[in-house]
């Protein structure tokens, strides 16, 4: 009879956030897959867990995969781990999980901290719909046009970023996204735990101001605010910026991204006046 793979989520920062649940898995486990076998010991000598360890990271999912599918074909329970908060979520995992199914082998979640959920919740922005996006990338035109295709989203953006790396990053969402509300949750959990809340704006000044930035961050991006409905038709609102000495194309341009139009509609609108 096959076993069973479980996900088990482990905290983020602070060791008391793990469920009882969680602890009894590790402790039933035959084996324990980590990210990093270094880090899982230090949670399991914590609670006075010993079980036999292997390491499964970015570097050899895709050959462990395998190898772990076939211990668990032989009847082994496995619990899966990484080195902290839910695994998968920007953290190796996805290939065991997807061959552990294809295989028929039980997949169950073992529940528990997510720093994505965790710093939604005391956000102070939106709720109701959110979009995690991993790491935004780390070349700043990657990045800028990663958010310029996420402009129209109308829900709240919530991505991990670097700390060298943040102030560069809210610079880029001042640019491309204007005044969003967004809220930084770094070092969540752990004993210098600081949830900044403002414009992308005023948080970049404020850190800043800081000699260093450390620690594990989460970033959130509000929804858009609600736009005044513009109800001046197309071609008299790009009459109205040729006025001003705006050149036609640039007018053009400017009406099309206001009202979500293509370039091509709005200069058949106005060629047709």
Do not use: W
């Not at 969402?173 to 969003?180: E, F, M, S």
């Amino acid at each position: 009879m096959p076993g069973i793979l479980h996900v088990v989520a482990t905290p983020i920062g602070n060791l008391e956030d793990i469920t009882v649940r969680a602890i009894r898995t590790l402790r039933e486990a035959d084996r324990i897959a980590c990210e990093d076998t270094r880090q899982t010991r230090k949670l399991l000598d914590h609670f006075g867990i010993s079980k036999p360890m292997l390491s499964y990271h970015e570097h050899n999912e895709a050959a462990r995969a395998s190898e772990l599918v076939a211990m668990l074909q032989a009847g082994e329970n496995i619990a899966l781990v990484s080195d902290a908060g839910t695994p998968l979520i920007s953290d190796p995992g996805y290939r065991l999980v997807a061959a552990a199914i294809d295989a028929g082998i039980s997949v169950v979640p073992i529940p528990g901290p997510s720093a994505v959920i965790a710093a939604l919740s005391a956000s102070g922005l939106p709720t109701d719909a959110f979009r995690f996006g991993g790491f935004l990338p780390a070349k700043r035109s990657a990045r800028r046009k990663l958010l310029d295709q996420l402009k129209p989203e109308s829900s709240t953006l919530i991505f991990y970023e670097a700390p060298h790396r943040i102030v560069e990053t809210l610079d880029d969402i001042v640019d491309v996204l204007g005044a969003r509300r967004i809220a930084i949750a770094r070092e969540l959990t752990k004993m210098h735990e600081e949830i900044l809340r403002g414009t992308a704006a005023e948080l970049r000044d404020q850190l800043k101001g800081r000699s260093s930035i450390r620690g594990e961050i989460t970033l959130l991006i509000g929804k858009p605010e609600a736009a005044v409905l513009d109800e001046t038709p197309v071609a008299e609102a790009v009459h109205e910026l040729e006025h001003r000495g705006v050149a036609r194309m640039d007018a053009i341009k400017q009406v099309a991204k206001a009202r979500g139009l293509s370039k091509r509609e709005v200069y058949r609108i106005v060629a047709g006046t």
